[in-house]
């Protein structure tokens, strides 16, 4: 059961990622492991498959209240080896092959209604007096620009407080897929309330009125409207917190390892391997090593108990999964 330690980040936004082997299990949906050996003389085949699905849901506080997450991950390894060493005690072989990774990622997003709706009402009382100031020529455009984006820090900021753990500090190993919603939900309330300006402004101006009467219309327009306005604006946030990100990547890292084996005795024996590669193929950099202490129980039924850590520092298309995993393993099998 493996632990994993690294950085999972996404368009420049990175998570800490420390899980150990209970963390995991916690998180476990399923998990499958299959290795398959066969030779003939000094050849050799290899051939493994591993399967870990990973999931997780939290509620949470702010505009939004549950976030579900989701990793499945497949490693796929292939190779070919040559017996450089044969002896009735150990061999070692020279071994080339590749591995294969599909990483599949997907967050959900549950919004808060009631808060977002509440926070629509607020934030919309908040900018009215800035808005009634510009369609008053008070102040400039750039001026309320300028106070529109400082009061939209409000609402995304609660955003931030809602995903920033799980995003930061995943329980699994998750890039932050949410990463870039602050801004965009502020990209999107700061056009929507721009578009709302001017359709009041041009509204207005279509009156031709001066001084006091101006102002008189512009409060009546403003009060009439700020209902209307937050019923639209926790429409649009809504949309944006009841959302789910998801991305498949996949890549094949090539490499070389050697792989020795020692016989205590017709009981007992030990088994290492080694492997470099990636040599940015697909990863920048890829190795792993394992170790094990075998029993064979009969003549066609052995077990073994060892470590493994596999390293991978891979990153395109915005992906970075620069990860160790690493833990305990048990294994069983059968030879022919």
Do not use: C
């Not at 390894?77 to 060493?85: C, H, N, T, V, Y």
């Amino acid at each position: 059961m493996p632990g994993m330690e690294g950085t999972v980040g996404l368009h420049g936004i990175d998570a800490n990622v420390d899980i150990d082997f209970g963390d995991i299990l916690r998180h476990l949906d399923m998990i499958w492991a299959t290795r398959v050996e066969a030779s003939k003389g000094p050849f050799g085949l290899y051939g493994e498959f591993i399967y870990m699905s990973l999931a997780d849901s939290a509620e949470v506080n702010g505009l939004v209240q549950k976030v579900d997450v989701r990793v499945d991950q497949y490693l796929v390894d292939g190779a070919l080896s040559w017996r450089l060493i044969d002896q009735p005690r150990g061999s070692l072989d020279l071994a080339a092959g590749t591995h294969y990774t599909n990483l599949y990622e997907r967050l959900g997003l549950q919004g808060n209604t009631a808060a977002i709706d509440q926070a629509s009402t607020r934030f919309v009382n908040n900018i009215s007096d800035r808005l009634r100031d510009r369609l008053n020529n008070d102040i400039s455009n750039s001026e309320f620009i300028n106070a529109l984006k400082t009061k939209i820090t409000g609402i995304t900021n609660r955003i931030d407080n809602s995903l920033g753990g799980e995003q930061r500090s995943p329980t699994v190993p998750i890039a932050p897929l949410g990463g870039r919603l602050r801004e965009e939900v502020a990209r999107r309330v700061e056009r929507f309330i721009q578009e709302k300006r001017a359709a009041l402004e041009a509204r207005i101006d279509a009156l031709h009125l001066r001084g006091a009467a101006r102002r008189a219309a512009v409060d009546r327009a403003i009060n009439a409207a700020k209902a209307r306005i937050a019923n639209q604006l926790a429409l649009r946030l809504n949309k944006s917190l009841n959302q789910t990100f998801s991305r498949d990547d996949y890549w094949f890292d090539p490499y070389i390892g050697l792989r020795g084996r020692y016989n205590f005795n017709k009981v007992f024996y030990t088994a290492v391997r080694g492997e470099i590669g990636g040599f940015d193929v697909g990863s920048d950099l890829m190795w792993e090593v394992e170790g094990v202490i075998g029993i064979n129980l009969t003549r066609s039924i052995f077990t073994e108990i060892g470590y493994r850590a596999l390293s991978v520092d891979y990153e395109n298309d915005g992906l970075l999964f620069d990860t160790v995993t690493h833990g305990p393993q048990i294994t069983t099998g059968i030879t022919f």
